[in-house]
């Protein structure tokens, strides 16, 4: 190549880059640029702004990292909100553990089971009161204030995921009130997601980082990268509830 | 000059009879013990009225949008009115909710599952401005 060749390539090289910069800073209407929209669609809600249908929160279960008897997760669970770890009939269990074992071949799986905050889910629908609802961003949850403690979706849920207080409770956290007479299961760590934090403490508290948490929606997360690659999934896929957690290797 | 010196002793008068009947006064107040260093977010009497509906308008907001914190959450008003004796809202008799439900016969149902004593983040959020 010639030097003249050389510097009208170079020449061109500096125009087009030149122009990738100047349309990163292009004026849409006064006062919002390329670069603003692109930065804020579809972005999380940020703390003070009510929750938006464009994220939808979930969680990746590993099954092939979850080491069988590791309790992590909820132990976790039961710091972060507050719950005593006992487990009778009669006391709140937002996780369980679950250990699976093939009887033909003898394959052993193990996986944390909570709240799988379905697209669809069976609790709200039998809920006399609107106690049991779902949040815009996909977080299945019980407002308390209405719920009477019928424990209807309790009987609904496939998964066993909810629990019903049954005692006085005067050791609960600032930022998960819970109280005797209603129902509650796993929140996905509401409280943490509304801060603007991106983890939940089952999901920070994994040794082997099997669980992962993220927007479903959102086609760049580690969440979505993952489900695109590998073969995830939902738990009682049969009825069509789609699920917001998701399981791979079991 | 004469009237105005009369107008001006007749409301010295009332002001010291004022004081004098709410110091010696007859009717039982509650009595709480808590910081009255800084402002609430609206005068005493304005939240004496109207506490609960401030606190149900932002429960919604709270539950199903997702809003939290604000002037109003229930976590600030536990910031500031925890108890100095024992840093709690309830559970004395001078705790500065329970003092004053007591007091009008209301029932206080909130602290049946939120919790009365003010946590890090409670410290924290009341804090900052």
Redesign the interface.
């Known amino acids: 190549m010639s030097e003249v060749d050389k510097s009208r390539v170079a020449a061109r090289r500096a125009l087009v880059a030149g122009a990738a910069a100047a349309m990163a800073g292009v004026l849409l209407a006064p006062g919002i640029r390329l670069v603003e929209v692109a930065r804020a669609a579809p972005g999380p ?1 940020k ?5 938006s249908s464009k994220v939808r929160w979930g969680l990746l279960i590993d099954a092939n990292l979850c080491t069988e008897g590791c309790q992590e997760c909820v132990l976790a669970c039961n710091r972060e909100n507050g719950l005593d770890g006992r487990t009778r009939p009669t006391d709140s269990q937002w996780i369980r553990k679950v250990e699976l074992k093939d009887l033909r071949s003898g394959r052993k799986a193990s996986a944390p089971v909570m709240c799988q905050h379905c697209a669809e889910p069976p609790c709200v629908d039998v809920c006399p009161t609107g106690a049991s ?1 779902k ?3 996909g977080i299945v ?1 019980v ?3 209405t719920c009477i403690g019928c424990r209807y979706c309790m009987m609904a849920c496939p998964y066993k995921a909810r629990s019903f207080i049954h005692e ?2 005067t050791t ?4 998960v ?6 129902v509650e299961s796993c929140t996905l760590c ?2 943490r ?3 603007g934090e991106r983890t939940t403490a089952c999901a920070q508290a994994c040794p082997t980082k099997a669980i992962i948490f993220g927007d479903l929606n959102d086609p760049e997360s580690e969440i979505s990268r993952r489900v695109a690659q590998v073969k995830t999934t939902q738990l009682r896929a049969d009825l069509r509830l789609n699920t917001g957690v998701r399981y791979a290797g079991l | 000059m004469n009237r105005r010196l009369l107008a001006a002793a007749c409301l010295a008068v009332a002001v010291l009879a004022g004081a004098a009947q709410a110091e010696g006064s007859r009717v039982p107040q509650p009595k709480f013990s808590v910081d009255t260093s800084t402002q609430c977010v609206a005068p005493p009497e304005e939240m004496r009225r109207t506490h609960m509906d401030l606190l149900k308008h932002r429960r919604d907001r709270t539950v199903h949008q997702g809003v939290r914190g604000g002037d109003e959450s229930l976590t600030r008003c536990i910031a500031c009115h925890a108890s100095k004796t024992d840093g709690a809202a309830i559970g004395a008799p001078d705790a500065f909710c329970q003092s004053c439900h007591a007091y009008v016969g209301v029932k206080l149902d909130c602290f049946e599952c939120h919790q009365g004593r003010p946590g890090a983040a409670a410290k924290m959020s009341a804090r900052s401005p």
Request: charged letters at 35%.
């Open positions: 809600n703390p003070g702004e009510p929750v609802f949040r815009a961003d949850l407002d308390r204030h006085t409770l609960q956290k600032p930022e009130p819970r109280g005797k007479g209603c509401v409280h997601i509304d801060r």
